[in-house]
């Protein structure tokens, strides 16, 4: 601001009252300094004024990176946040940078709230963090927590994937659990709930895995090892999302198993990449773009007093048939397809 006011022969105040557009300054005087500034490549420091005044009207974003459903949050944070004047900085979880120290990193940068993105943290360390600032969790609930949660109503998702198999004829189906990731305990319950529901217990299978594509392949190494030694491949295969989905699908596909007349498969997320492959994934959908949605407000009502405590919307989740599914064997042997 000193080098714009040298330059246009004014003071630094009179340069000051310009770039905040306030009244002081002649229409030929204010045309004159904004023009100096334009041709040295002088931009007022907006971050800096905030913080002058308490405020950095920014928000943060703890996301993981190889996380597909991530990325269709983080699309959807950025046009809201912008639309209620804020500001979005990102932080990222990844291999040796664990989410505490994406966190604070976000905090260390004046971030006046946290939004996590399926946060693997203890219960405890986020209602910690929840009393340190404004946190809102997507993907996950977390109960008693002092945070705002946004998220699908898991069991209904998983019940509906489960009715579109069981109607197709299935009945020996297999979930691969997602470990300790967010949502995972909810579909888990579901499924049981929903095999017991349809008189199938005795073809009740849990596969122990997680979130990732490696999930996957090694859940489709397994049953490829169990059909070699006798045991039949299940007709249906629920993955915990669709990472896993996909890693199941690329080992199944490279040993010749025909999905889905072999074989059906069914993702969760319903993330952009899941209908760029070749024959599109069955997949549970969650809205990304509300769910941003959702969780922008909710921090930026609880920074600016018009929501004191925290709440927890709950959406609904939608099916969405592609390719990955169909009727099993049996119903092809039987002329049913």
Same mark, same amino acid.
């Given at each position: 601001?000193? $080098? ?7 003071s ?8 905040r ?9 204010r045309?004159? %300094? &904004? ?6 490549g002088?931009?007022? @420091?907006?971050a ?6 308490g ?17 269709d ?10 639309? &209620?004047?804020?500001d979005? &900085? !990102? ?11 994406? %966190?604070?990193? =976000? ?12 946060? @693997? ?5 986020? @209602?910690?963090? #929840? ?25 209904? #998702?998983?019940?509906?994937a ?5 109607e ?9 659990? #997602?470990?300790? #990731? ?9 499924? *049981? ?6 008189? !199938?217990?005795?073809?009740?299978r849990?596969?122990p ?5 490696q ?5 489709g190494?397994?049953l490829?090892?169990?059909? @070699? ?7 249906a %295969?629920?993955?915990?999302?669709d990472?896993c989905a996909?890693g ?8 010749g ?7 059906s498969? %069914? ?5 952009? &990449?899941?209908? =760029?492959m ?8 969650? $809205?990304?773009?509300?769910?941003s ?8 009502? *609880?920074l600016?007093g018009t929501?004191?405590?925290?709440r927890?919307?709950v !959406?609904?989740?939608k ?19």
């Amino acid at each position: 601001m000193a $080098d714009v006011a040298e330059r246009a022969g004014v003071s630094r105040a009179l340069v000051s009252i310009v770039f905040r557009d306030q009244p002081g300054a002649s229409p030929r005087t204010r045309d004159r %300094v &904004l023009r100096i500034a334009d041709e040295i490549g002088y931009r007022p @420091d907006s971050a800096a004024r905030l913080l002058a005044r308490g405020r950095s009207r920014t928000l943060g974003v703890m996301f993981t990176v190889h996380q597909p459903f991530h990325a269709d949050l983080v699309e959807g944070i950025y046009p809201e946040a912008e639309r &209620l004047g804020y500001d979005v &900085l !990102l932080s990222a979880t990844a291999q040796g940078r664990g989410e505490a120290r994406a %966190v604070e990193a =976000l905090l260390g940068h004046r971030c006046e709230a946290v939004i996590l993105l399926g946060p @693997d943290a203890q219960p405890a360390d986020i @209602d910690a963090l #929840g009393h340190r600032t404004v946190t809102v969790t997507v993907g996950r609930r977390v109960p008693h927590a002092r945070v705002d949660s946004v998220h699908t109503a898991e069991g209904k #998702g998983v019940r509906q994937a489960m009715e579109h198999l069981v109607e197709l004829g299935h009945r020996r189906i297999v979930h691969i659990d #997602g470990g300790r #990731g967010p949502g995972s305990a909810e579909r888990r319950r579901a499924y *049981r709930a929903a095999m017991r529901r349809h008189g !199938l217990e005795p073809e009740l299978r849990v596969i122990p895995g997680d979130h990732t594509e490696q999930s996957g392949i090694e859940t489709g190494r397994l049953l490829l090892s169990e059909r @070699d030694r006798g045991r039949p491949l299940p007709t249906a %295969v629920l993955a915990g999302n669709d990472r896993c989905a996909m890693g199941l699908l690329m080992t199944l596909t490279q040993a010749g198993v025909d999905v889905p007349r072999d074989l059906s498969v %069914v993702g969760y997320d319903d993330s952009h &990449l899941s209908h =760029l492959m070749p024959i599109g994934l069955t997949t549970v959908r969650q $809205d990304a773009v509300l769910m941003s949605e959702y969780a922008v407000r909710f921090a930026v009502e *609880r920074l600016e007093g018009t929501a004191p405590e925290p709440r927890e919307a709950v !959406l609904d989740p939608k099916l969405t048939v592609r390719g990955t599914s169909g009727p099993p064997p049996e119903g092809v042997a039987a002329g049913n397809r």
